[in-house]
């Protein structure tokens, strides 16, 4: 059976690593602007103060990683209070070496190896507003381990290098959501995956697409009523069932047209749709173009 979690990130197509050594030391504060692309963060050594718009404040301690999928503005500073140093990390030149806040001389107080990556996915939207907006994970070492060998494989000019990136970045997201699943987690996939009832309705309707799924067929699949699947999927999941299966034969459908030699009638038909025109309709309405024009502009 299908694995949800794992199609997400594998039509996000995440590339493009860069990483970068980061310390602190002494009284120290910086404000990133929003960025918008996915960032990650693990604490080598030491501790620091994370402070993600829309969330509650952090304390960030050795063994600790951090995962933002959409990057929104944050401030990373000592416990200490100062004047924050704004940086605008879609102007700012990529840094050359480790960067260092606060005091310059003397050790550390606080090591961190943080890098960005892109998700290189016209869905990219869609499909991390199904992911949290923070994901803070603890005492996880293979997390710290994996993003070693990112800091390392990036820092190189070797053969094969932006393929083991990918791979390496594609187990590092799936091990971050993993590590960080629960029923307490804010609305999305993860939160839907957590709740055992919903799970076997999602992971049904990602192994058959094309099927001809309704509201019925899904609240069986999950052992609910079919109003008690509809409030709870919506709540845990934040879209309503059918809307969440619409937007994935979109995603699926767009990743056919890009990546694939096929007819619009064979997309139709790998989506769940009897028909090229009814398809075309569909996504049309959906997409904003027909699919075609869309598979030619890919």
Known sequence: MNDPLSEVIALLNPRAVFSKGISGAGRWAVRYSDFGQPSFCAVISGSCRLAVEGEEAIALEAGDFVLMPATPGFTLSSFEPAAPVHIDPKLAPAPEGEIRHGTRDGPPDVRLLGGYFVFDSPDAALLVSLLPTLVHVRGVDRLSVLVRLVGEESSEERSGRELVLTRLVEVLLVEALRSSSGEDAPPGLLRGLADARLALALRQ??????????????????????????????????????????????????????HHDLSIAEVAQRVGYGSASTFSTAFSRHVGLPPGRYARRA
Do not use: C, I
């Open 205 to 258: 309707l990602h192994a058959d697409p094309a099927r001809p799924w309704t509201m019925a067929q899904l609240a069986q699949q999950a052992a609910l009523s079919r109003s008690a699947f509809f409030d709870r999927f919506t709540r845990a999941v934040g879209l309503p069932p059918m809307e969440y299966l619409l937007a994935w034969r979109m995603a699926l459908a767009k990743n056919l047209l890009e």
